[in-house]
């Protein structure tokens, strides 16, 4: 669509005004091609027409749905007058202070403190895109520290702006958002430095000016540098052109440098006595402005704040006094009097205070300083002359020197600044902000303005470029055809500047000349370059020349160019100070070799050659230096990616939030704020992406192309069927660009869609309203007429022979109704006589029937009767036969225990004999070795040696026959045991008496259906003694393998013995054999071992034979054990049909239950005469009952007896293993429920236990705190024994290992949770068993008994409750950082309700920092799952319910503060659909909160809920202001205000909140305390209580798993 089919009535645009720049008008008439007027509406009722063409149209005004926008570029009419207008509206109405316009981040100076600076905003924007959140200067900063790290490439941050714009803020508030973000933790501090630079900086280079009062009189490029992880690791300053001339002159209500003032205001105090200060009222360098004070600030404690501030850079108290020694000496040197003497003379009195204390605090010499100060030293060819100056000259002097001072001063500081934030380390990647001065011009422009427009000259080129790159990457990226775009290139005003013959160029020139003056240097200006278009020469101005800067017309004075260009001083003042006694002044002054600046490496090459000094004594002008410092510069920012920010002063007053139109545009054009919006506006200004587009314009297709799937082509399809022109529009792979006012016509065809909707269904709402209502007055109308119709009937009819013959009717009809009635009457008694006689002998037939049932019911009553007698008195006989039978069992068991023991016993006995008999073998064989080697010596003694192999002989007999006897003993034994085994099977009588105790049966339907209940009980009776033998015989077979496998390790050991005393015979052979070679006089030794020998062979078959006979007992006594079980298989089987047949019964039961019940309601007369026999009945049935409960004791008793054997066997066999096995299944009566272990086992308990512990096998295989529960019995062993030493090594060893373990899985929350649910159960044994009585009140008795005795442990306890409460705190962060980044995109992103429009026309940063796929974004179900994967961990872990109710309790509050403060800083986001969207995710929360019974923690989400509600209630009347006070009681003043003011209408048919509105509801809550701070604290921590409870868990009975390999403990 042509832009000139939108000037249409109704539609607005803006017209130049004097006052305002433009203001507003309506279209009244639709203008058409042709037209040359155009006719308005303004504000104030009055017409006005334009005389306008096609051509010249008045800039059309943007609809108000996109007033006030983040984002300039969002705005679908860009241009000056619009972005004018959103600047006001966001600045004025919402009190917004940051806008976006592009790659720009436009700051408007409040002239007020706001709070949205604090650390809770910073980490709100800490992480997250640029356009998700309001404009911000942490957004910028952000943003650069995030590209830093993607892209691995140097950033810059450009700030500039006027003089008062809040440069000097801006880019304090950046450096501390890099030292909040990248903390580095590391000792240096080298974050605080970096901020505790910028008091110093501002005490030395900023001043008060009539326009601002805390003026940055210098440039500042500050360097901060990262780490490879991008962490702050020091910082670099460089400064550019200093305003030396404000030393010496200040103008009206100015004031020289801060750090002067803050010197005279602590003038008293003793470490400035020796300054010999005075008020700053006295001295001449600092009272010449007039107001010495600036209001609001105290010079005293700012003092205060820089010497703070130098001592934490490092720089210590005497380079401070040096400092302050030359500062003092400056003001000293402005207050020294120079006199006219003569007519071109000066003089200085030798006695003038202030010239001694300079001297005196500058090291000099006085008659030095006086001499060179009034004289001048001039070197001719032959000779040197001594020239006296004039006061004047004189006076210049003094002031060049001081000048001179206060610059190597400034540079020293910042010299040494520099040195202190210079930390050891590589930098990887800086930051650069660069704090410059803005684009400048006063009534009188002289050299710095020159300078300070020339840089901003430099700046806006270099802005211009990157603009356009990014603009050409954008259509590259989407593969959009590339225009050029005809843009403002100022290098022409540059070359004017820089250029060869340009006018630093002939500045420099003119300096070279002795006699050359500001007028001649002017007039080379107006030779050389009168012809350029971009230089002036002014017609009424001989002092004056004018450059065309790229902002405005600049009009500069000549003079002083030359003086301030060359920054002259005499070299003998030079020479004075140079032979200084004050090395820190003298070393200013040293003469150093002229090198070149080398910064980084960068090569520069200058944009015209350099002029060489003639001699020593010239230097390089002030231009060269700013000049090359310029170039090195923008050396450096072309090697970053830079960020904008341009400042504006909003008024000159300085009032807060007042908004200046002239001024404030004045600025946007000398920013390049407008060329940026120039640049986009010539191309395509709005972009969508295809999804945007297509939630928002959904309402615009039709139903065919709603159809379709792929989004892209939908969207394509309706564009080209809306906008015919193709050129006004273009597509993209991703987005969809249009030109400059199409969003407006789009938003109109929506608008349209909608009103046209909205029409037709107030349309048919209307009619149907109407119709119900006609409809109504139609049915009232008609039976109104019905009555007054028969009352006119009734009129009519009443006359007195009418009444008389309706009387006469009247009596007739009474008259023959009373005959038709008695004629009935009598009909019907005859009738019912009738009817009365069969009844009454159908009665008497049915009474005969009655005493005939009766009998017969009787009869049955007395055989069930005698039948349930009958088997009362069989089951009486099987409980005396249960009862015999369990006795004889019960003997059965005693003598078994008792012959295990004297088994085991005798075993014992055995042991230890076969043990001597071993020793005593060995010693017999040591004896023989002794003997074989007597034998060698002595071969005399051989017959003493054959007696002692005959006694060896009988010995070895004697240990065979003990052998021998010890198998036939272990068989008896084995056989023994297997038939104790056999015989402690439970007999089959008794499982069947017990099934007959409960098959008694009763004729009273409640009786039986009592006796059917204590059938199934004896049913589930029998069941569970099935099982619990079935147990007991598992148990007895692992008891009878554990002894077969004893007997087999016996068995071995004593093979073992028998093959080592064969070696040993086999040893005395071999040497018998060699005594036997070397004499020959003993052979029958020979025989004798031989027979030995022999016997050997027979010894060694024989133990084969037994370890076969022992083989084939041990498969007997398994086949027999497989019997026994195969038996129990088949019991279990007949068990089973028995409960079968039980089931029968049952049903057969339930069947004669039902019979009973329906004959009891015939014989109830009969029934209740037997009374008596019932009660005796249930008499009966009671003792019976009785009889089964002492049955069910005896057997538990029974069941009790064999556990408490079967603990005696494990006890027994655990006795005699060699290698103990501590996996306790139940610990007897007699244990403590204590561990015990030896301290150098107690590094194997701390890392078995809590080190190498997996929380996941022990959760699933055991109680979770387990660990807990044996860390605590360890304990308890230690206080039992009094050891203190061994006491106090644990506790701390649990303390801190737990804490180590939970620093190194500190992102586990498995291991956190486990640790957690530990910590707090150690905690409670330590309370539970201390013995104090408010902890130890519902104890049991054993658990009292169990109570820590020798030791208090109060101090460890709450130690433990600090250590649960860090593990708690940790366990909190971790999964509030597995929800962060969740929290935005589900809880105010993402759309639950659908068909609710969200989506608005959005700007550059939007587009260009996040991707919208709505498949990528997160949703409240996503938080619900994790929620539920946290509930699920700790419900794992058995934590307590209190517990896990303050974790849910600090999560939501977590959920609701991020969302709450996100909202807070996105005003896109704040809307009535969006509020509607929150609530709608809080109600899914509710729900899950329901499920898991923890509602009660909803309370935590109420300003989130609060802000919802306040999105979506109306803000019109007094009434809603009161309401908004009364419910939004969570929120405070300040959020409840940005909300009403952030509120933005996502269609045009919501309305704005009005300000009146807004002041309403601050003035009702005037009287409300609360917090000031707009954002929530996120990391705020409710305080966490561990309440305590009683643990049931009894010590003794507590198992300890194999798994956990802690065989080293013990059970007490």
């Known amino acids: 669509m042509a832009l000139v089919q939108l000037y249409t009535r109704y539609n607005r645009v803006w017209i130049p005004d004097e006052e305002h720049v433009w203001k507003s008008a309506e279209i009244l ?5 042709g037209d040359d007027r155009l006719q308005l509406l303004l504000e104030d009722g009055t017409e006005y027409t334009v005389d306008s063409s096609p051509t010249k149209l008045p800039p059309l005004r943007n609809p108000d749905i996109l007033v006030g926008e983040n984002d300039l570029t969002a705005l679908s009419y860009l241009h000056e007058p619009a972005v004018l207008h959103n600047l006001k509206v966001r600045f004025l109405e919402f009190k917004i202070i940051y806008t976006y316009c592009g790659i ?10 706001l709070s949205i600076y604090g650390d809770a905003i910073i980490h709100a924007y800490s992480g997250q895109n640029m356009g ?16 830093m790290a993607r892209n691995q490439r140097n950033q810059s941050i450009i700030i500039s702006g006027e003089s008062g714009a809040g440069k000097t803020v801006s880019a304090r508030y950046a450096m501390r958002y890099f030292a909040v973000v990248s903390k580095s933790g590391s000792k240096t501090q080298v974050e605080d430095k970096v ?15 009539t326009r601002n009062d805390n003026s940055s009189r210098f440039g500042k490029f500050t360097e901060i540098s990262f780490d490879s992880r991008y962490r702050i690791i020091g910082a670099n300053m460089r400064t550019y052109l200093l305003e030396k001339s404000r030393v010496v002159f200040q103008t009206y209500n100015e004031r020289n440098y801060h750090i002067f003032y803050q010197m005279c205001a602590c003038a008293d105090l003793p470490q400035f006595k020796a300054l010999q200060l005075m008020s700053a009222e006295e001295f001449h360098y600092t009272g010449m402005g007039g107001d010495i004070f600036i209001e609001g600030v105290d010079d ?32 000293h040197m402005g207050n020294v009097e120079i006199k006219s003497f003569g007519d071109d003379r000066s003089s200085i009195s030798p006695s003038d205070t202030h010239l001694l204390t300079v001297c005196d605090l500058l090291g000099v010499r006085a008659d030095k300083l006086v001499q060179w100060l009034c004289n001048r030293r001039l070197v001719l060819v032959a000779e040197k002359v001594v020239k006296p100056l004039h006061k004047d000259r004189a006076v210049n002097s003094r002031d060049a020197l001081a000048k001179r001072i206060y610059a190597y001063l400034f540079d020293c500081i910042i010299n040494r600044i520099n040195r202190a934030l210079k930390v050891p380390g590589k930098q990887h990647a800086f930051i650069g902000v660069l704090d410059i001065y803005g684009f400048e011009t006063f009534d009188v422009n002289s050299f710095e303005q020159f300078c300070i427009n020339y840089a901003n000259e430099k700046l806006q080129q270099q802005f211009n470029l990157h603009v356009f790159k990014l603009e050409q990457e954008e259509y590259m990226k989407e593969d959009i055809p590339w225009t050029l775009i005809d843009f403002y290139d100022n290098q022409p005003a540059i070359d004017l500047i820089e250029a060869k013959m340009g006018i630093l160029d002939l500045l420099n020139e003119e300096c070279l000349f002795p006699q050359g003056t500001d007028q001649s240097w002017l007039q080379k200006l107006y030779n050389y370059l009168g012809s350029k278009p971009l230089f002036e020469r002014p017609k009424l101005s001989n002092e004056t020349f004018v450059i065309q800067h790229f902002a405005d017309k600049v009009e500069y004075h000549c003079k002083g160019f030359l003086e301030k260009n060359r920054d002259a001083l005499y070299e003998e003042l030079v020479e004075v100070m140079r032979d200084s006694q004050f090395p820190f002044l003298a070393k200013f002054f040293q003469e150093e070799e002229q090198k070149a600046p080398n910064i980084r490496g960068i090569k520069v090459k200058a944009a015209r050659p350099g002029v060489k000094p003639a001699n ?6 002030v231009g060269d230096k700013f000049c090359s410092s310029l170039s090195l510069l923008m050396a450096t920012l072309n090697a970053t990616t830079p960020h904008y920010v341009r400042c504006i002063k909003p008024n000159d007053e300085k009032l807060p939030f007042e908004y200046d139109s002239r001024r404030v545009v004045q600025q946007l054009r000398a920013c390049g704020v407008l060329e940026t919006i120039r640049i986009s506006a010539q191309s395509y200004p709005s972009r969508w992406t295809y999804s945007e587009f297509y939630n928002r314009y959904n309402v615009l297709m039709t139903n065919q192309e709603a159809g379709f799937n792929d989004k892209m082509q939908t969207c394509k399809n309706v564009l080209q069927r809306l906008i015919q022109d193709a050129n006004q529009y273009k597509f993209g792979r991703t987005k969809i660009f249009l030109r400059a006012g199409q969003v407006a016509f789009l938003e109109k065809l929506r608008l349209d869609q909608l009103r046209t909707a909205c029409i037709t269904i107030q349309k048919h709402v209307r009619g149907w309203s109407q119709r119900k209502k006609y409809l109504r007055m139609r049915n009232a109308a008609i039976t109104l007429q019905q009555y007054i119709r028969g009352k006119k009937t009734i009129r009519k009819a009443v006359s007195a022979a009418n009444l008389k013959q309706a009387w006469a009717a009247v009596l007739i009809q009474r008259y023959w109704r009373g005959f038709r009635i008695w004629k009935v009457y009598e009909t019907k008694m005859t009738t019912l006589q009738s009817e009365i006689d069969r009844v009454i002998i159908e009665k008497q037939n049915m009474e005969k029937t009655f005493e005939a049932s009766s009998k017969e019911q009787k009869e049955k009553y007395d055989q069930a009767k005698l039948n349930l007698l009958e088997e009362k008195e069989i089951q009486k006989r099987l409980g005396k036969n249960a009862e015999h039978n369990l006795d004889i069992q019960r003997q059965d068991h005693e003598k078994e225990l008792r012959s295990l023991k004297e088994e085991i016993r ?7 004999g076969l043990q001597m008999k071993l020793d005593e073998d060995d010693r017999v064989e040591t004896d023989l070795h002794d003997q074989v080697t007597q034998l060698t010596k002595h071969v005399k003694v051989i017959p003493e040696l054959r007696r002692d192999l005959s006694n060896l002989q009988n010995q070895k007999n004697t240990v065979d026959r003990k052998m021998k006897q010890q198998s036939e003993e272990a068989r008896a034994s084995l056989k023994e045991i297997s038939k104790l085994l056999a015989g402690s099977i439970v007999e089959e009588d008794v499982l069947l008496r017990l099934t007959a105790n409960t098959s008694e049966k009763t004729y009273e339907a409640e009786d039986l259906l009592a006796a059917f209940d204590c059938l199934e009980k004896a049913t589930r009776t029998l069941e569970s003694h099935r099982k619990e033998q079935k147990a007991i015989y598992e148990t007895q077979v692992e008891g009878f393998k554990m002894k077969v496998d004893y007997l087999q390790n016996e068995n071995n050991s004593l093979q073992n013995l028998f093959t080592e ?7 005395i052979r071999q040497e018998v054999c060699r005594l036997s070679s070397e004499n020959s006089v003993i052979p029958e030794l020979k025989g004798h071992i031989l027979e030995l020998q022999r016997q050997n062979t027979d010894y060694e078959a024989l133990i084969e034979k037994q370890n076969k006979d022992l083989a084939e007992n041990a498969e007997e006594i398994k086949s027999i054990l497989q019997k026994k079980i195969e038996e129990e298989s088949s019991k279990r089987r007949h068990f089973e049909e028995q409960a079968g047949v039980l089931e029968e019964d049952k049903k057969d039961l339930q069947g004669k239950i039902k019979d009973l019940q329906e004959d009891s309601d015939h014989l109830s007369r009969q029934l209740q005469m037997e009374r008596d026999a019932k009660i005796r009945l249930r008499l009966e049935i009671t003792q019976l009952s009785s009889d089964n409960i002492e049955f069910e004791e005896q057997l538990d008793k029974k069941d009790r007896l064999i556990k408490s054997l079967e603990n005696q066997m494990i006890s027994l066999k655990t006795a005699h293993e060699d290698d103990k096995k501590t996996s306790w299944s139940a610990s007897p009566k007699g244990y403590l429920g204590m561990l015990e272990y030896k301290r150098e086992d107690q590094s194997k308990l701390i890392q078995n236990l809590i080190l190498d512990l997996k929380p996941n096998g022990v959760a699933v295989n055991m109680i979770p705190v387990l660990p807990a529960y044996i860390l605590f019995m360890c304990v308890r062993h230690a206080d039992y024994m009094n050891d203190e030493e061994k006491l106090m090594s644990l506790m701390n060893a649990i303390i801190s290992n737990v804490k180590r373990f939970t620093m190194t899985h500190q992102n586990d929350l498995v291991s956190l949770s486990f640790w957690l649910c530990n910590m707090y159960q150690l905690l409670n044994c330590l309370k539970q068993y201390s013995g104090d009585e408010e902890f130890s009140k519902q104890s049991t008795p054993r658990q009292v008994k169990n109570c820590l005795q020798n030791f208090d442990l109060s101090d460890h306890r709450q130690v433990v409750s600090d250590l649960a409460i860090c593990i708690y705190h940790q366990f909190i962060t971790t999964m509030e950082n597995a929800l962060a980044t969740a929290i935005v995109p589900a809880m105010l992103e993402h759309e639950s309700l659908q068909g609710i429009f969200n989506t608005k026309p959005t700007g550059f940063r939007k587009h260009s920092s996040k991707n919208n796929d709505d498949t990528d974004m997160c949703t409240v179900s996503f938080i619900i799952e994790r929620l539920s994967r946290f509930h699920t961990i700790m419900s794992h872990h058995s934590m307590d319910a209190n517990l896990i109710k303050q974790v849910v309790k600090q999560l939501l509050f977590y959920i609701g503060a991020t969302t709450v403060n996100h909202l807070l800083l996105s005003k896109n986001m704040c809307s009535c659909s969006r509020g509607m969207q929150i609530r709608c995710n809080i109600s899914y929360l509710e729900e899950w909160l329901q499920e898991k019974e923890l509602l009660s923690s909803i309370d935590t989400l109420k300003p989130l809920t609060q802000a919802a509600w306040l999105l979506q209630v109306s803000k019109t009347t007094d009434d809603d202001a009161k309401a908004i006070v009364e419910k939004c009681a969570e929120l405070n003043t300040v959020q409840i205000v940005k909300i009403l003011n952030s509120y933005t209408p996502i269609d045009g048919y919501e309305k704005r909140v009005a300000s009146s509105f807004v002041r309403k509801v601050q003035s009702l809550r005037q009287d409300h305390d609360g917090s000031a701070q707009l954002m929530m604290d996120v990391r705020y921590r409710f305080p966490v209580t561990f309440p305590f409870y009683l643990s049931p868990q009894a010590l003794e009975l507590l198992k300890v798993p194999n798994s956990l390999h802690l065989e080293f403990l013990n059970m007490i």
């Open 195 to 209: 901020l505790a630079s910028n008091p110093i900086t501002e005490a030395i280079g900023n001043a008060k000016t």
């Open 29 to 33: 008439k639709d203008f058409h091609d």
């Open 616 to 621: 020593k004594q010239l230097r390089t002008s």
């Open 300 to 331: 005293r404690k700012s003092m205060e704040e820089t010497q703070r501030t130098f001592s934490l850079l490092g720089l210590n108290e005497d380079f401070q006094s040096d400092v302050f020694k030359v500062l003092a000496a400056i003001l």
């Open 1061 to 1067: 005393k064969s070696s040993i015979a086999e040893n």
């Open 906 to 912: 005798r075993l014992k006995e055995e042991r230890v």
């Open 104 to 113: 720009i981040l436009v700051a408007l100076n409040p002239y007020k403190q």
């Open 132 to 147: 998700d959140m309001d404009p911000h200067i942490f957004a910028v900063a952000e943003e650069a520290y995030k590209q």
